[in-house]
């Protein structure tokens, strides 16, 4: 009887542990997980990429592209107010005529106030006709500033003589005289090998050409502050000039 019942009650036992074993999932290990990624991931590479839809934008008219009215203004100084005055129509011509913009001479605050108008078309001419007369300003002929408006890739740099090297006194005057040269034939000449414009006014130095032609004077102008004796810089020049034709 005792056996009996011991086999009785070790049954429901043992049909427990059964069914639990059978509910019972196996937990993966994070190794086989990873592995499984890779290979998901892989796959994923071999399939052909789906075409995305590039968005579509409608194209913005020429008056919202414009947006309000702007103005600039180029402050003149009192010994340009002549010049300003005598060249004023042809300041005034390829302002409003080619770029169809508005322009004046503000009399009390002594500045040429350039504003967009309806009629303006290039968003860019505003900025172009600002260079224009920024370049009169600084002392360049009116026919060398125009070419700001006719040409792009132009561009207008200053720099002064005291910033290459701290100069005083006849020091001074010197290294000015070495730019400009007897007669102003050095500056002449730099003139024309780099094909630019160059002016003097008192120790500032401005340039006008492109970007690669203003460095090649830059380079030279430097050279007469720092003491370099002009025949030198003629021939340093002449080489960079030739270099520069032949690569062009």
């Given at each position: ?19 639990d074993t059978e509910t019972f999932t196996k937990v993966k290990s994070k190794k ?217």
């Amino acid at each position: 009887m005792d056996a009996d019942n011991n086999t009785d009650s070790t049954t429901p036992a043992a049909a427990a542990s059964t069914a639990d074993t059978e509910t019972f999932t196996k937990v993966k290990s994070k190794k086989t997980q990873k592995r499984k990624r890779e290979q998901d991931g892989a796959d994923m590479d071999t399939e052909e990429p789906v075409a995305n839809k590039r968005p579509q934008f409608p194209p913005i008219s020429g008056d919202k592209l414009k947006g309000p009215d702007e103005m600039r203004k180029v402050a003149v100084p009192a010994h340009r107010y002549t010049p300003l005055k005598e060249n004023w129509l042809k300041i005034f011509t390829p302002i409003v005529e080619n770029l169809q913009l508005q322009v004046r001479f503000n009399l009390k605050t002594r500045n040429v106030e350039i504003k967009t108008c309806k009629d303006t078309q290039d968003i860019g001419s505003l900025t172009r006709a600002t260079d224009f007369v920024r370049a009169f300003v600084l002392g360049f002929q009116v026919e060398d500033a125009l070419a700001l408006i006719r040409l792009d890739e132009l561009f207008l740099e200053s720099f002064d003589v005291t910033d290459v090297k701290p100069l005083k006194g006849d020091h001074l005057s010197r290294a000015i005289g070495r730019i400009a040269g007897k007669g102003g034939k050095t500056k002449f000449t730099i003139e024309n090998v780099t094909k630019t414009r160059i002016v003097l006014a008192d120790t500032k130095v401005h340039l006008l050409g492109s970007f690669q032609n203003i460095k090649m004077a830059r380079t030279a102008i430097c050279n007469l502050i720092l003491g370099s004796p002009p025949s030198k810089v003629y021939g340093n020049i002449r080489v960079v000039a030739s270099r520069t034709a032949e690569r062009f």
